[in-house]
C-alpha cells in the first residue's frame, strides 16, 4: 500500500471509490458510516464540488482541502483520508476530518496509517492547533480507531439525524495537534 497527496487527476477514480464506498453504508454487517440514507448511493453533487474546488485552495480559503488516498500495489484507492475547514474563518486553527477504507480492506491498518498521514501533516503545520471529527456514534469500529490514534471524544448530540426513519447520534471527537498546546489546555 502507499498513501499519495491526491490531485486533480485522481479525483475522478477518487469520487467513483466515495460511490462504491456509499453502497456499504448501513448495509448487512456494517453500520452507517455517513449521513445519508442506506438506498442513496451516489455522492450528493455538492460533495463532489467541495472536492474539486479545495484540492488547490490555499489554506485561507474557505474552500481549503487536503485529501490522501491509499493505493493498493495495483493503483486501486482503498482509502482516504481529508482534511478541511470548518468554514468560519474565526476557527481557522481547527480543522475536520473525514476518511474512508473499502470494506475489503479494513482490519488491515489502512486507517490508522492514515490517520497518522493527517496527524502528521498537521503536526508539520503550525496554524492547526486542533484536528476534530464527527463520527456516527453506533460505527463502533470507527470510534475505537480513532481512540486508538490519541483521540477524545468530547460529546455526543443524541438524536442528531433522522435516516431512514431511525433516530441516529453523532459523536464529536479531538485531537490537540501539538503536545505543547495540549498541556497548555488540559494541564496534563
Same mark, same amino acid.
Given at each position: 500500500?502507499?498513501?499519495? !497527496?491526491?490531485? @486533480?487527476?485522481? /479525483?475522478?477514480?477518487?469520487?467513483?471509490?466515495?460511490?462504491?464506498?456509499? $453502497?456499504?453504508? =448501513? *448495509? %448487512?454487517?456494517?453500520?452507517?458510516?455517513?449521513?445519508?440514507?442506506?438506498?442513496?448511493?451516489?455522492?450528493?453533487?455538492?460533495?463532489?464540488?467541495?472536492?474539486?474546488?479545495?484540492?488547490?485552495?490555499?489554506?485561507?480559503?474557505?474552500?481549503?482541502?487536503?485529501?490522501?488516498?491509499?493505493?493498493?500495489?495495483?493503483?486501486?484507492?482503498?482509502?482516504?483520508?481529508?482534511?478541511?475547514?470548518?468554514?468560519?474563518? !474565526?476557527?481557522? @486553527?481547527?480543522? /475536520?476530518?473525514?476518511?474512508?477504507?473499502?470494506?475489503?480492506?479494513?482490519? $488491515?491498518?489502512? =486507517? *490508522? %496509517?492514515?490517520?497518522?498521514?493527517?496527524?502528521?501533516?498537521?503536526?508539520?503545520?503550525?496554524?492547526?492547533?486542533?484536528?476534530?471529527?464527527?463520527?456516527?456514534?453506533?460505527?463502533?469500529?470507527?470510534?475505537?480507531?480513532?481512540?486508538?490514534?490519541?483521540?477524545?471524544?468530547?460529546?455526543?448530540?443524541?438524536?442528531?439525524?433522522?435516516?431512514?426513519?431511525?433516530?441516529?447520534?453523532?459523536?464529536?471527537?479531538?485531537?490537540?495537534?501539538?503536545?505543547?498546546?495540549?498541556?497548555?489546555?488540559?494541564?496534563?
Amino acid at each position: 500500500m502507499n498513501i499519495v !497527496l491526491a490531485n @486533480h487527476a485522481d /479525483l475522478p477514480p477518487f469520487l467513483e471509490y466515495l460511490e462504491r464506498q456509499l $453502497q456499504d453504508n =448501513g *448495509t %448487512q454487517q456494517t453500520p452507517l458510516f455517513q449521513p445519508l440514507s442506506r438506498s442513496q448511493n451516489t455522492l450528493p453533487p455538492e460533495t463532489r464540488e467541495k472536492f474539486q474546488k479545495g484540492i488547490d485552495a490555499e489554506y485561507e480559503s474557505a474552500d481549503w482541502r487536503k485529501l490522501w488516498l491509499a493505493k493498493s500495489i495495483a493503483g486501486q484507492i482503498i482509502g482516504h483520508v481529508d482534511l478541511r475547514h470548518y468554514g468560519d474563518e !474565526l476557527c481557522r @486553527h481547527r480543522v /475536520l476530518l473525514g476518511m474512508g477504507v473499502d470494506h475489503k480492506n479494513r482490519q $488491515q491498518g489502512v =486507517g *490508522t %496509517q492514515l490517520v497518522h498521514m493527517a496527524l502528521n501533516f498537521c503536526h508539520d503545520n503550525q496554524w492547526i492547533d486542533w484536528l476534530d471529527l464527527q463520527v456516527l456514534s453506533d460505527n463502533l469500529p470507527a470510534k475505537q480507531l480513532y481512540l486508538r490514534c490519541g483521540f477524545v471524544i468530547i460529546g455526543e448530540i443524541a438524536d442528531y439525524y433522522r435516516i431512514d426513519g431511525e433516530s441516529v447520534s453523532e459523536t464529536l471527537m479531538t485531537q490537540a495537534t501539538d503536545i505543547k498546546r495540549l498541556v497548555l489546555t488540559t494541564g496534563k
